[in-house]
């Protein structure tokens, strides 16, 4: 209940700030009137949902390829001393390059499909995930080692049993991180290169001043985000038997 009076509270003032600008005589092509913005999410119902359909498909991808990446990098170093000390600074290394120097590289070689905005995506989400499930599979506490190395053979049912269950926590915050990455990756990829896609849109909009129907996308790209981040706390609280 407190988190969403907190999120009232937030789109109140929003919704504040934004009628004032609008009423003290800022041009619509700047920022247009929320009543136009929903307007041009009705009117062009269609045109977003077919955008929208294209991004939220490049998020899934993205997260399908980041996680999955991320999960195996960090079972890796945390499997291994040796692995650990070759992949972890090739893995902060990949986090030194600006993703918007990076985007147009991939565009060149991946093409304007829909590969190069699932890897750059995939690029700025995969490090919080690895780093964070790493973090909990080296922190598992001792006593359960020693416990587990009683009751278990082989390594492998030691981090199913043990390891694995200890750094759930870990792995769903950075779930939660790779979430609201996705979409932010996905858009920076449209922008640079596309032909569909909700930054796609954004962007075209933007070059006929069509200002409110570039914030019926945003709104839509918030949308996606927030409910995927919404689906990840559902999985997180069967998983975990916690109350949030």
Not at 45 to 73: C, D, P
Request: proline fraction near 5%.
């Amino acid at each position: 209940m407190k988190k969403l009076s907190s999120g009232i509270y937030l789109i109140a003032v929003v919704l504040g700030v934004w009628l004032l600008a609008r009423h003290n005589g800022v041009p619509a092509f700047l920022l247009p009137a929320p009543q136009a913005v929903l307007e041009a999410l009705w009117q062009k119902r269609q045109l977003l949902a077919h955008h929208a359909m294209f991004t939220l498909a490049e998020i899934v991808l993205a997260l399908l390829l980041g996680v999955g990446g991320g999960v195996v990098l960090a079972v890796l170093m945390a499997s291994s001393p040796l692995l650990r000390r070759v992949l972890f600074p090739l893995v902060t290394a990949s986090q030194t390059i600006p993703v918007f120097a990076l985007a147009p590289l991939l565009v060149l070689w991946l093409g304007f499909g829909i590969a190069s905005k699932v890897v750059v995506a995939a690029l700025i989400l995969f490090f919080p995930l690895c780093l964070s499930l790493f973090d909990g599979l080296c922190r598992t506490p001792a006593g359960w080692l020693e416990l587990a190395q009683t009751l278990y053979p082989s390594r492998w049912r030691i981090f199913w049993r043990v390891r694995w269950p200890a750094a759930l926590p870990q792995f769903f915050a950075g779930l939660q991180m790779a979430v609201v990455l996705a979409p932010i990756g996905v858009v920076i990829g449209e922008w640079v290169g596309a032909s569909e896609g909700l930054g796609y849109l954004m962007m075209q909009s933007n070059a006929r001043l069509e200002t409110a129907t570039s914030f019926a996308a945003l709104l839509l790209l918030m949308s996606l985000a927030l409910l995927l981040s919404a689906a990840v706390a559902l999985v997180r609280k069967k998983f975990l038997w916690q109350s949030y």
